[in-house]
């Protein structure tokens, strides 16, 4: 593992929010140039991913804490040091389109369109901040013969970080090839949550970090389950309820 690019006395970048950075810079640039081909205001674009990306941080690290509330009782400075991971993608998906919502409403923009256009994007950038998950040793799989030495757990595990940034790479790659095809607002979105939740209900059997909480099932099952509800429902509603008052 590399938890650190470069240190100098004080001075420390870290790889994990290297990652981030690099993430959304890279995400937010071709989500802005996709926008200006589609008639968008591109400094729009990027304004509004920035703070999808901000309050997306908050949201993920408040949820991370919540679900791990005993251990940042006892070390509550450790809240602060996101710089060593530990962010729950549910959480910012919540606080960070919220706050994303508000942004489309105040300039006027349309929100569906608006999302499935940077959506893609998000899917692309998540695969880089599992790169930094990966650098940084969390987000670790289930202990096995045919793995990754870890040297903070001093034990080969399943690198479930490089798997899920191949299946994100994947989910961009699918997301793309829907908008370019005739589409109905809202689709884009609902399939991202739909493959979304599919590959983290699927990866978290081979994650070695979270441990079940319901029926064998960890929280983050869970609320994939969920996702995946809430994305039939959106995709349902478009196909019968949209489709028919067109």
């Not at 790889?15 to 591109?42: H, V, W």
């Not at 809240?79 to 300039?107: E, N, T």
């Not at 994007?121 to 930094?132: K, N, P, S, T, Y």
């Not at 994100?168 to 979105?189: A, D, N, T």
Request: with cysteine; proline share 4%; net charge positive.
């Amino acid at each position: 593992m590399m938890p650190y690019i470069l240190k100098i006395g004080p001075f420390t970048i870290f790889s994990y929010g290297l990652m981030l950075a690099c993430a959304f810079f890279l995400g937010a640039y071709l989500a802005s140039q996709r926008g200006r081909k589609e008639g968008f205001n591109a400094e729009e674009i990027f304004n509004f991913l920035f703070f999808v990306f901000i309050f997306g941080i908050i949201g993920c690290r408040v949820l991370y804490v919540l679900i791990n509330f005993g251990f940042y009782l006892r070390n509550p400075l450790e809240i602060l040091m996101i710089q060593r991971g530990g962010m729950a993608w549910f959480g910012g998906l919540l606080l960070g389109s919220a706050a994303g919502i508000i942004y489309l409403k105040r300039k006027n923009l349309p929100i569906l369109k608006v999302l499935d256009l940077v959506v893609p994007f998000v899917a692309l950038g998540q695969a880089i901040g599992r790169i930094g998950c990966f650098l940084n040793g969390c987000c670790y799989g289930k202990v096995s013969q045919c793995g990754v030495y870890f040297p903070s757990l001093n034990e080969i595990r399943l690198p479930t970080q490089i798997y899920s940034a191949f299946l994100l790479v994947v989910i961009f790659m699918i997301l793309r090839l829907l908008q370019e095809k005739k589409h109905q607002p809202g689709e884009i979105i609902a399939s991202y949550f739909f493959l979304y939740a599919l590959k983290r209900f699927i990866m978290e059997f081979f994650r070695g970090d979270n441990t079940p909480v319901f029926f064998g099932l960890t929280i983050f099952q869970l609320f994939s389950l969920g996702f995946l509800s809430l994305s039939l429902g959106i995709f349902i509603y478009l196909r019968v309820f949209k489709a028919k008052e067109q």
